[in-house]
């Protein structure tokens, strides 16, 4: 299956910092890209998806890059709340599907 | 139903008993994706429908493992001659277009 790299943390951050993790994929062709969030004991769910120019939703922006094949997610003024493991989602489109990261662990500290 | 449903939401099962884990996806979801998660740890890939047919099933960890989809809908995960390390939460989740909806899976327990 094709490989979808995270850097599992945990990454652990102060209340109110800027954190940003990366995620990388080895499918070219992969054709549209999610970021969900995993709370403690909890299912994924989707936080936002990664638009080819960027695209922000309050204090996360998401950025992709093609060349370099990663996309990016980046929480400003984090806040307690964001403690959660963050999943990277590709979709290489056909036979293909979605392929989740094992994810990043983010865990903000007052 | 309005999301992903799964079922049972917890199983305590003997070690060398088969088990059957079910999920229901949202109605029209074409792409359906089972992983299973041990405590801790991230989620691992282990087959995915499109319709009935599962063009990959490369994360099926063993030949105890087999799961099939009818009608394009209902999928059942079954698990052979179950062992300790198969203990793990189960997640099924669905897509049409995209992005996918996780059920709230299936904690599996063998003592």
């Known amino acids: 299956r094709k490989e979808v790299e995270q850097d599992p943390g945990p990454f652990n951050v102060p209340e109110g910092a800027t954190v940003a993790f990366n995620c990388t994929y080895s499918n070219s062709a992969s054709q549209s890209f999610f970021w969900y969030r995993q709370d403690c004991r909890k299912e994924p769910k989707l936080l936002m998806s990664v638009y080819s120019s960027g695209n922000e939703d309050g204090r996360f922006t998401a950025q992709l890059n093609r060349a370099s094949q990663y996309i990016s997610l980046l929480i400003r003024d984090s806040k307690l709340s964001d403690s959660a493991t963050y999943l990277c989602v590709v979709n290489g489109g056909g036979a293909d599907g979605l392929t989740f990261g094992k994810g990043t662990h983010l865990i903000i500290q007052p | 139903g309005a999301g992903v449903s799964q079922s049972p939401s917890n199983k305590v099962t003997e070690k060398g008993k088969d088990v059957e884990l079910r999920c229901d996806p949202i109605s029209g979801h074409t792409a359906l994706y089972w992983y299973r998660q041990s405590l801790g740890q991230g989620l691992e890939f282990l087959i995915y429908?499109?319709?009935?047919?599962?063009?990959?099933k490369s994360g099926l960890p063993s030949d105890r493992f087999s799961a099939e989809r009818t009608g394009g809908s209902v999928s059942t995960l079954t698990i052979q001659r179950t062992q300790q390390e198969d203990s793990a939460v189960y997640l099924c989740?669905?897509?049409?277009?995209?992005?996918?909806?996780f059920g709230q899976g299936t904690r599996l327990t063998v003592v």
């Open positions: 429908f499109q319709g009935n047919s599962a063009p990959d």
């Open positions: 989740a669905s897509s049409l277009l995209l992005p996918g909806a």
